[in-house]
């Protein structure tokens, strides 16, 4: 696979992907990574995926995420999301 990336001129780009992969920021919760954690619970509900979507929302609690500084919008999401999880329990 090595000689197969060389010849292809990629091996740079899989060192920058590795980077990144292996870099603990790229696993750090920061407040604005709440966001994307509820839309990937909603996607998740949408889906039929209660208990994805809940594990998400989970997290979310348990991190303890300072959810003060996400967008109205996005804590009316959470809201609706929380709402409709336990409308499945």
Same mark, same amino acid.
């Given at each position: ?9 990629? +091996?740079?780009? #899989? $060192? ?6 292996? $870099?603990?920021? +790229? ?6 990574? /709440?966001?994307?954690? *509820?839309?990937? /619970?909603?996607?998740?509900?949408? $889906?039929?995926?209660?208990? /994805? &979507? $809940?594990? #998400? *929302? ?5 991190? !303890?995420?300072?959810?003060?500084? *996400?967008?109205?919008?996005?804590? &009316?999401?959470?809201? /609706? *999301? !929380?709402?409709?999880?336990? &409308?499945?329990?």
């Amino acid at each position: 696979m090595d000689r197969d990336l060389g010849r292809r001129g990629r +091996t740079e780009w #899989v $060192s920058e992907e590795m980077d990144v992969l292996t $870099s603990p920021n +790229t696993y750090k919760l920061e407040p604005e990574n /709440a966001t994307w954690r *509820i839309s990937l /619970a909603q996607y998740l509900l949408e $889906s039929g995926d209660v208990h /994805a &979507a $809940s594990k #998400v *929302i989970e997290g979310i609690d348990t991190e !303890r995420l300072d959810l003060r500084v *996400i967008k109205p919008d996005t804590k &009316a999401r959470l809201d /609706a *999301i !929380r709402k409709q999880l336990r &409308a499945n329990n």
